[in-house]
């Protein structure tokens, strides 16, 4: 396949993770192609953010005047997902119900250490890249299941 197709899964992650499995089988790709630039984009996006976001972190810090609310509705629930899940259970949630960007961003809000986001981060994304990938290629023994009779 071409580059672009590459490029295709790994936006598609970026922005929604199962979206780039979903990307992958529409374009033809191989499950490990499909497999492997999936863990990529995920990768590269939760990379980028977790740079970006240490770097606004500091910025917002200078021009802030006063310190933000700590028992505000939005603090409160990223401590509780905190509590009862850590860093493991962010990085296990994010494919599911967070995007890259917001597993990203709520892993740095608790100060988690980049080595220890991106370990848990890659585990998390290449079993659901796995399982994602091998239930939407699924999707293509059924179609030809169904077309032969």
Known sequence: MDWSSYTAVMLATAIKFIAGPITGFSLGLTWIETIFFTWLGM??????????????????????????LVFSKRARLAVKIWTQFGIKGIAACTPLFLTPIGGSLLALSFKVPL???LFFMAISA????????ALIYQLDFIRDYFMEK
């Open 43 to 68: 990768m590269l996006t939760v990379s980028f953010m977790v740079s970006l976001g240490q770097w606004l972190v500091k910025y917002i810090a200078k021009l802030r005047n006063q310190k933000p």
């Open 115 to 117: 080595t220890r986001i």
């Open 126 to 133: 290449f079993l659901w890249a796995t399982i994602y990938t």
